[in-house]
């Protein structure tokens, strides 16, 4: 009896401190945003979004950095998908469980918890220099894009264990090759984990701002980029120049981009999450 | 199944090894199935311990046997199933109509169009009934749409499915009851029209009536396929098959016709298994 209640009594104790925890990260999230919109949301209008930087901070947009946040989301996912979904498949489907394999595996983990910046000197040295790319549009994705690749690789890898064996069995005793069964089981089955991996992988990628300033991009650009090798800006680089300077006006600039960025980067996990509930309702 | 290891240890065998002992003399005549020297290790664990076994075209044939002697991997040699486990490893020879299946030059896709499988647990695609049965002919590449519809009405009707769901065929497989998942998947098989069709206790997640049905139907399929079936229940080996084939540690202990070895089995183990003194 007595041994049930200390049982009883630890088993209060944790909860509550689980209920404590979880409201630390809870209550700071919602000072942090609850401040940024009391700074920032008056100063968001359309010509907020429309305009062009500018030294008076009331005429100063965020058009350049957003439609450059833009171009490097949608390089990025071009260049970053496919190998990066293909990466995932061979290595899951492929290649033969051995000792290299398993530290392939590591590797790639590892790789996703390298710091951005070092991608960041990587890019530098490689695309800007030695490919001669500048600090253009296309070497800031190529860059971002590696620095996601182990997470799309990873994700694509859970996703495809994810698939029953039963079905994949089934198919290959049907007569298909493992291209037929990839493409026609494997890949349906799993393109809503894949998805989901992908785009959270590509919501870290538009927040990412140390890699991109180490290969160049600009805190001021006057115009948005129209082609790859233009030079670009970003809305965590524009937020980080506004913030290091003095005026109050910047600041509530400042504000009113992280409001655009966290709303974009909310979207993008909203989308997700869809992503990932329609899946698991096929399978159920 | 670790109650039953321990049951089997306490019983030291005693009896000389046989091999594949045939003792039906039509088997030993153009056998569908020959397999010779057949040995299969999953790294260092030696899964089947050389086995001969020759199986009749147009019979029943049932494995039985404790879990883990070795059966379902026996069977999946005729398919070649096991080439996906990174560790599988396997010596001898396993002919289907005269042709080695494991010779360099053998065409997998082709093999599994000729030996058909049904798994244990119904496992229909995430599609349309309809999809599911016309898979195996779109993966071949035949875009007759004509064609295609008749051989998924014929092949639902073989597996006596069609009356049930001919009027959805556009409904997800999945939505069908786990009897009439696992018909579907004979359908999905009889669709591409193999001649041999391996069952992996194909009834062991039905309840009593799905069972029966799926019995009726074997018993049916075999006029015209060659039905090797592994199999837990007992009964069920005696109501269907023609031929018994009793398993124990990677060995094959006995081969027979059924009704030997259900009523006069040669060896002592054999008798031990089915009166279910052990296993």
């Given amino acids: 009896?007595?041994?049930?209640?200390?049982?009883?009594?630890?088993?209060?104790?944790?909860?509550?401190?689980?209920?404590f925890c979880t409201a630390i990260g809870l209550v700071l999230l919602s000072v942090f945003i609850g401040d940024i919109l009391i700074d920032g949301l008056r100063r968001i209008d359309w010509d907020f979004i429309t305009s062009l930087p500018s030294r008076k901070p009331e005429k100063s947009g965020i058009y350049t950095a957003l439609m450059g946040s833009i171009w490097i989301?949608?390089?990025?996912?071009?260049?970053?998908?496919?190998?990066?979904?293909?990466?995932?498949?061979?290595?899951?489907?492929?290649?033969?469980?051995?000792?290299?394999?398993?530290?392939?595996?590591?590797?790639?983990?590892?790789?996703?918890?390298?710091?951005?910046?070092?991608?960041?000197?990587?890019?530098?040295?490689?695309?800007?220099?030695?490919?001669?790319?500048?600090?253009?549009?296309?070497?800031?994705?190529?860059?971002?894009?590696l620095l996601i690749l182990p997470i799309v690789i990873v994700a694509t890898r859970e996703a495809i264990k994810a698939v029953p064996t039963s079905v994949i069995d089934a198919s290959y005793a049907l007569g298909a090759s493992k291209w037929q069964t990839i493409w026609h089981q494997i890949l349906p089955a799993s393109s809503g984990g894949i998805l989901t991996g992908v785009i959270l992988a590509l919501s870290r990628a538009v927040g990412e701002t140390a890699p991109l300033i180490v290969v160049g991009a600009l805190a001021y650009v006057p115009f948005a980029p129209e082609s790859p090798m233009d030079e670009f800006s970003v809305l965590p680089i524009q937020i980080f120049n506004w913030i290091s300077r003095p005026q109050h006006g910047f600041i509530e600039n400042a504000a009113a981009a992280i409001i655009i960025l966290l709303c974009i980067t909310f979207i993008m996990n909203g989308i997700a999450v869809y992503f990932r509930n329609k899946w698991q309702q096929k399978w159920k | 199944m670790a109650a039953e290891m321990e049951i089997i240890m306490e019983k030291p065998i005693k009896e000389p090894k046989i091999l594949g002992s045939v003792i039906d003399p039509s088997l030993k005549k153009k056998p569908k199935i020959e397999v010779t020297g057949s040995k299969v290790w999953y790294g260092d664990f030696q899964?089947?311990?050389?086995?001969?076994?020759?199986?009749?075209?147009?019979?029943?044939?049932?494995?039985?046997?404790?879990?883990?002697?070795g059966k379902s991997t026996f069977l999946r040699l005729f398919n070649r199933m096991n080439d996906y486990v990174d560790t599988f490893k396997m010596e001898g020879k396993v002919k289907i109509d005269g042709k080695n299946i494991y010779k360099k030059k053998v065409n997998v896709e082709e093999l599994r169009k000729?030996?058909?499988?049904?798994?244990?647990?119904?496992?229909?695609?995430?599609?349309?009934?309809?999809?599911?049965?016309?898979?195996?002919?779109?993966?071949?590449?035949?875009?007759?749409?004509?064609?295609?519809?008749?051989?998924?009405e014929k092949a639902l009707r073989q597996a006596?499915?069609?009356?049930?769901?001919?009027?959805n065929l556009k409904k997800s497989g999945l939505a069908l009851s786990g009897g009439q998942q696992q018909r579907l998947c004979i359908a999905r098989t009889l669709a591409v029209e193999p001649s041999i069709i391996l069952m992996d206790e194909p009834t062991s997640a039905l309840d009593p009536i799905s069972t029966a049905k799926i019995e009726e139907l074997i018993?049916?399929?075999?006029?015209?396929?060659?039905?090797?079936?592994?199999t837990h229940n007992m009964q069920?080996?005696?109501r269907i098959s023609d031929f018994t084939a009793f398993f124990y540690m990677g060995e094959l202990i006995e081969f027979d016709k059924t009704k030997t070895i259900f009523t006069n089995p040669s060896k002592k183990q054999t008798e031990n298994y089915i009166t279910g003194r052990f296993g």
Wanted: one cysteine or more; proline letters at 3%.
């Fill in chain 2, 114 to 152: 000729e030996v058909g499988m049904v798994f244990q647990k119904p496992n229909p695609f995430p599609k349309s009934i309809f999809e599911n049965v016309a898979y195996g002919l779109k993966i071949q590449g035949i875009k007759d749409k004509k064609f295609i519809d008749e051989r998924v």
């Fill in chain 2, 160 to 167: 006596d499915l069609w009356n049930e769901v001919k009027d």
């Fill in chain 2, 236 to 238: 069920q080996a005696s």
């Fill in chain 1, 1 to 19: 009896m007595n041994s049930i209640r200390k049982n009883r009594i630890k088993d209060q104790i944790f909860r509550y401190w689980g209920i």
């Fill in chain 2, 219 to 230: 018993f049916e399929l075999k006029k015209k396929y060659t039905i090797v079936i592994v």
């Fill in chain 2, 47 to 69: 899964a089947i311990k050389g086995i001969d076994m020759n199986i009749k075209a147009n019979s029943v044939t049932a494995f039985i046997g404790p879990s883990g002697c």
């Fill in chain 1, 73 to 145: 989301l949608l390089l990025t996912t071009i260049i970053a998908f496919p190998i990066g979904v293909a990466a995932g498949i061979y290595l899951e489907e492929y290649g033969k469980k051995n000792k290299f394999s398993g530290i392939l595996e590591i590797n790639i983990s590892n790789l996703a918890g390298v710091p951005s910046i070092i991608y960041g000197l990587l890019g530098l040295e490689v695309f800007v220099r030695i490919m001669n790319l500048g600090a253009s549009v296309l070497a800031g994705s190529l860059t971002l894009s």
